[in-house]
T-cell receptor
Framework: AQTIHQWPVAEIKAVGSPLSLGCTIK??????LYWYWQATGGTLQQLFY??????VESVVQLNLSASRPKDDQFILSTEKLLLSHSGFYLC???????????FGPGTRLLVL | GDSVTQTEGQVALSEEDFLTIHCNYS??????LFWYVQYPGEGPQFLFRASRDKEKGSSRGFEATYDKGTTSFHLRKASVQESDSAVYYCALGASSGSWQLIFGSGTQLTVMP
């Protein structure tokens, strides 16, 4: 069975500080991976996706970047946080042959 | 561009009531359509999908039928329970890029005992 893990569970950070969020998926080789952002009470907005190691495509840029250093790992980061970065960050995966995305538990970020 | 519209922002029902949450889409061809459910503090859970006209998706007592003519994929359940209280999202699979999911604005369902 596939499991998806996101870390940390929650973060409180200061404006201007760096950020790194992680996502790991186990039990599935070469998944397509996605990052989403959800404002409190809002809908989900896709930020990045990756089909393979080392390749990341941006869908919406919010002064964030993403990297895929390993087949099972997806990282979201920024060097300088903004207040608008607060929200819920979700990682999702999809098999190469399917069209359904499955979501991780999410990371809650509060920027003060 | 492709889009999904959910008309109800909030729905309040009593247990055993019938549920309908409306979802309409705008896209060319036959995009895959999805329903997800999100409980507080958790990631969205996949409910079911459909990708052909008149195809019905179902799970956990919820169902929806793909209707190309009315460009709709309305979520229905015959008898809701308090445990169904959550936010429900309709989504469309856009074929541009790597299967981008475009979500509707979500519908908060509250079921009172």
């Amino acid at each position: 069975a596939q499991t998806i893990h996101q870390w940390p569970v929650a973060e409180i950070k200061a404006v201007g500080s760096p950020l790194s969020l992680g996502c790991t998926i186990k039990g599935k080789s070469s998944p397509n991976l996605y990052w989403y952002w959800q404002a409190t009470g809002g809908t989900l907005q896709q930020l990045f996706y990756s089909i393979t190691v080392g390749q990341v495509e941006s869908v919406v840029q919010l002064n964030l970047s993403a990297s895929r250093p390993k087949d099972d790992q997806f990282i979201l980061s920024t060097e300088k946080l903004l207040l608008s970065h607060s929200g819920f960050y979700l990682c999702a995966w999809r098999t190469g042959g399917g069209d359904t995305q499955y979501f991780g538990p999410g990371t809650r970020l509060l920027v003060l | 561009g492709d889009s999904v519209t959910q008309t109800e922002g909030q729905v309040a029902l009593s247990e055993e009531d019938f549920l309908t949450i409306h979802c309409n889409y705008s896209a060319s061809g036959y995009p895959a359509l999805f329903w997800y459910v999100q409980y507080p503090g958790e990631g969205p859970q996949f409910l079911f999908r459909a990708s052909r006209d008149k195809e019905k998706g179902s799970s956990r007592g919820f169902e929806a039928t793909y209707d190309k003519g009315t460009t709709s994929f309305h979520l229905r359940k015959a008898s809701v329970q308090e445990s169904d209280s959550a936010v429900y999202y309709c989504a469309l699979g856009a074929s541009s890029g790597s299967w981008q999911l475009i979500f509707g604005s979500g519908t908060q369902l509250t079921v009172m005992p």
